[in-house]
C-alpha cells in the first residue's frame, strides 16, 4: 500500500466522474475509488501500480481536535494495510463529525472502536479477495 502524496493524485482521485471511479458512503466517511489506467501513468508510478494507493482526508470542521484527526487516519492507514484492498487509488473523506455526547474523549478506545467498525464496513466491497 502507497499513500498518496501529493494534490495532483488527490485532485484525480476526487475530480473523476467516469465508469473507472466509484464512491462508496457512510454516516461518516466517503471513499473515492480511481482505477488506474496509462493515462494516470505520469500521476502514479508505473513500477507500482499493481497496488493500492491511499490518501485521508480529514478537515478540521469535521474533527476539531489534532489528535481526533491523527486517530481517524491512523486507523484508516491500519486497515489498509491489514486488509489489502483492491489495485486502485483511494481517497477517504470525512464528511460529518462524530457525537461529542457520544465520544467525550478526542482520543478514546471507544472513538477509535467505531471509525474502524464503520470503515472495515465501508471498505469490504474494495478488498482483495483471499
Do not use: C, W
Not at 485532485?11 to 466517511?29: I, M, P, Q, Y
Not at 494495510?81 to 463529525?97: D, M
Request: proline share 5%; net charge positive; no cysteine.
Amino acid at each position: 500500500m502507497q499513500h498518496l502524496l501529493h494534490k495532483s493524485q488527490f485532485d484525480a482521485v476526487l475530480g473523476t466522474r467516469s465508469v473507472l471511479s466509484k464512491t462508496a458512503r457512510s454516516e461518516h466517511f466517503f471513499v473515492h475509488r480511481l482505477q488506474i489506467t496509462a493515462e494516470h501513468a505520469s500521476l502514479f508510478p508505473a513500477a507500482i501500480a499493481l497496488e493500492a494507493f491511499v490518501g485521508v482526508m480529514s478537515a478540521k470542521r469535521f474533527a476539531k481536535r489534532a489528535v481526533t484527526r491523527n486517530l481517524i487516519k491512523r486507523q484508516i492507514y491500519a486497515i489498509t494495510t491489514e486488509f489489502p484492498l483492491v489495485p486502485a487509488a483511494y481517497a477517504v473523506r470525512l464528511k460529518a463529525p462524530f457525537a461529542k455526547d457520544l465520544f467525550v474523549s478526542a482520543s478514546s478506545e471507544r472513538l477509535k472502536r467505531a471509525v474502524r467498525a464503520e470503515l472495515l464496513a465501508l471498505l469490504e466491497p474494495f478488498r482483495l479477495p483471499s
